[in-house]
């Protein structure tokens, strides 16, 4: 059993050094002197913050692109704990036909490659008129939040006795009242699981938001992040990029440490009685 643990103990610390060590070399290539952009030294020493100053010039518009990747995400996550709560809840507690069938295709949906869906939406969006909109960049990304947030409290709902319920409407309380005053605070890990997902799916999409802004005001991080230029609009500013994606990249990693436990919960209560 020792031996066990310790081989285990040894994947799991060569698993977390992969996952790790691009993140690692990214700070250190955001830290560098870009004269020593291409230095092979594990440490940025000195370190200069020359590159984190390139990727916030004005001429950038990296402000702007993480205030759209924030309103983009952050609409997204609203609308899809919005819809897939009560769609959840409808599916986990309403007697009706074909109701597996329904689940089966909400979450089929979510099997198609984001890149499969560019012409179509694009063509959608050309005749709205929706190019360089919020909207044509919120509504994509709820193609893949929905579908999720639904399977997961769909189980999540399953699993919590409607007993409750009862007893709230024998205590006089409306079904809706009973959902929202007893139901819906004992879901909240599930709810609060599905949200960070979404949030995160939401502040990483990349080939929509580049397909459907040409507008440098409209685009999100990671599109301004790849669309950098260096100095002459020739070179690849190496640098300014790496420094651009720990912009992005570090408050999803705090936020990810911090709510690890909720997360965990959230994904597994759904599978336990």
């Known amino acids: 059993m020792t031996k066990r643990l310790q081989l285990a103990d040894i994947g799991s610390a060569l698993i977390v050094l992969f996952c790790l060590v691009p993140f690692y070399w990214m ?19 000195p370190v200069s913050f020359q590159n984190l100053a390139a990727a916030f010039a004005e001429r950038n518009g990296f402000g702007r692109a993480l205030l759209n990747s924030l309103i983009v995400a ?68 709820l193609s893949f939040g929905l579908p999720l947030t639904v399977f997961n409290l769909t189980a999540f709902f399953k699993q919590l006795p409607s007993e409750l319920e009862d007893a709230a409407q024998v205590d006089g309380c409306s079904q809706w009242q009973a ?19 979404t949030f995160i799916a939401a502040w990483n999409e990349f080939i929509i938001a580049l397909s459907l802004t040409n507008d440098q005001k409209m685009r999100t991080a990671p599109v301004i992040t790849a669309l950098f230029t260096g100095q002459y609009k020739f070179d690849q500013p190496f640098g300014t990029q790496m420094a651009a994606g720990v912009a992005v990249t570090v408050p999803l990693v705090i936020g990810a440490l911090l709510f690890q436990r909720r997360i965990v919960d959230g994904l597994t209560a759904g599978a336990l009685k």
């Open 179 to 197: 959902f929202r005053a007893v139901i819906l605070p004992l879901a909240m890990p599930g709810v609060f699981t599905s949200g960070i997902i």
């Open 74 to 141: 952050g609409t997204t996550t609203l609308l899809t704990l919005a819809i897939g709560i009560t769609t959840a809840y409808v599916i986990a507690r309403v007697e009706f036909r074909f109701k597996n069938v329904v689940l089966a295709i909400i979450v089929a949906t979510s099997m198609f490659p984001g890149v499969t869906l560019l012409i179509p939406l694009l063509k959608l969006f050309v005749g709205l008129d929706w190019i360089n909109t919020y909207q044509a960049l919120v509504l994509p990304s």
């Open 27 to 45: 700070i250190v290539s955001a830290l560098r002197h870009p004269a020593d952009q291409f230095a092979t030294t594990p440490f940025p020493l």
